[in-house]
């Protein structure tokens, strides 16, 4: 497995959650890692995304609510989501790729907050 993204659960609005994600060394070294989620019937969105070399960015959503990082002794990357909302409810994605696009996806972790 490539990427392996955990942390999810249900969590009750206002409350945190702090999602994992696991990659093998090859994808840690690519340029990009990031956050997607995708909410029940909608699509997929874009949540965060880390460089590799620390610059980040969040959809405005999340924006003060939600940080990303990343470890590279432990080669994963995080997605610390506070102050939850009953819309952040979906199932989150962890992906990793080049400049051009994200060629390497994870199998998803369900978050659901609780109103």
């Known amino acids: 497995v490539q990427l392996q993204a955990s942390g999810g659960g249900l969590v009750q609005a206002g409350g945190s959650l702090r999602l994992s994600c696991a990659a093998s060394?090859?994808?840690?070294?690519?340029?990009?890692m990031a956050w997607y989620r995708q909410p029940p019937g909608k699509q997929r969105e874009f949540v965060a995304r880390i460089l590799r070399h620390g610059p980040t960015a969040y959809a405005d959503s999340v924006k003060g609510r939600f940080s990303i990082s990343r470890d590279s002794a432990n080669k994963s990357m995080y997605l610390q989501m506070n102050s939850l909302k009953p819309e952040d409810t979906a199932v989150y994605y962890c992906?990793?790729?080049?400049?051009?696009?994200?060629?390497?996806w994870g199998q998803g972790t369900q978050v659901t907050v609780s109103s």
């Open positions: 992906a990793a790729g080049g400049l051009s696009s994200l060629n390497y």
């Open positions: 060394e090859r994808i840690f070294q690519l340029n990009i």
